[in-house]
């Protein structure tokens, strides 16, 4: 009987920790009512004036003109700021590199044999990392982690993540696989685009083969499929439509291929690079084929991409084409997407669409749910700008994740912090 006792007060005691640790966790958050912003909503409703946002529990819990504050309730008034999504790089290494020159540090591919499709990037992201915090400041809210490629056609799957500093900043291990085509796919096997268009479809059909025979299978059998058994079973959310194939590739033929395969095939792919996809923007928009692309990218740096040209977002745009943004920098500056962007403004990309194309596109590519658009009900990762999002000398003044205000401060802020007066004593054992 008093055993009994002992494991009712043992529950109890567990039960009443719990309850306590989750009611910690809740007094931790705050509300917000942001007021009098221009917000750009990257929605249907398009741009906003003199609009606020209250944000409860994490999420945009209203939007109009005039909303009043409930009690416990910060205001923030954003008179003559801009108001956007938090930003989302689709091709990003964030917390797979600290510092590329350093090994230990570089996680991003594996050499491993018989590894490619299976390579899972997602354990070795590293949430301490501190290019998020750098990324963070700067409007960058969200990331795509892709892996790069070692001796595989396929280099794995990549993850999203929101910028945060620990654990919880993971959303999803797994929403896409990569391969690559053209000049990249025939370096892997045997220095021809036929034998790498030859890899890819074999290994669709191995890993189509082996999803429905699965019980049919025996020991040994492995010799007959051109991928390792790990390597098939990583395709099998591809073929279920469960997440996309990403496809670096840029010749506008061999786009074509490519969504050709696709169709043979019965999967979803993107097109990464893409750097002659406006040749093609028409069978690319009839096909339903999101592209990822870099707009600042315009200087052909191989035979493949010899078409490449500012304008080509504007062109892919015009043709109904989706589009997805990356920057010029896939680490430190993943935050430069938003200057990526604003160069294919200014070569006739509506401003909207290319907010969306950092925003609501890439979470609905990825399958990133409730979040890229200011609207009730969405996730509020908000950023406030001292000014057009779109013109590179704006800064973002204040960033939102899952709800929650981010501290402005990163391993480059504190060292200018701490360095700015030369004269004080603290830097002292710095001077010889």
Known sequence: MNNYKLIHKLIVKLTTSLILSLLAINVGAKDYLIKNATVHTASEAGVLNSADILISDGFIMELGKNLKAGANVEVIDAIGKHLTPGLINAVTQIGLVEISAASSTVDHTTKQEGVGASFNIAPAINFRSTLIPQNRINGLTRAIVVPGFGNSIFAGSSSAIALLSDMTGMISENVAQHAVYGVGGAGFNGGS?????????????????????????????????????????????????????????????????????????????????????????????????????DPISNLPNSFSSLSSRIDAASILHNAGVKMVFTGMQSTHNGYLVRQSAGNAVSHGLPAEEALKAMTINTAEVFGIKNYGQIKVGMEADVVIWDGDPMEVTTNAEQVFIKGQKQPMVSRATRLRDRFWDLNDNKNKAYVK
């Open 193 to 293: 685009r036929a034998a790498a268009h030859m890899a890819l479809d074999k290994a669709l059909e191995d890993a189509n083969y082996l999803r429905h025979n699965r019980r049919r299978f025996e020991p040994g059998f492995e010799s007959h499929f051109s991928l390792s058994i790990a390597d098939l079973d990583a395709l099998k959310p591809v073929l279920e439509k469960k997440i996309p194939l990403i496809i670096n590739v840029h010749r506008s033929d061999s786009i074509i291929r490519m969504i050709a395969l696709a169709k043979k095939h019965n999967i979803k792919i993107v097109l990464q690079g893409a750097s002659e996809a406006w040749v093609v923007s028409n069978e690319i928009a009839r096909a339903n084929v999101p592209v990822i692309i």
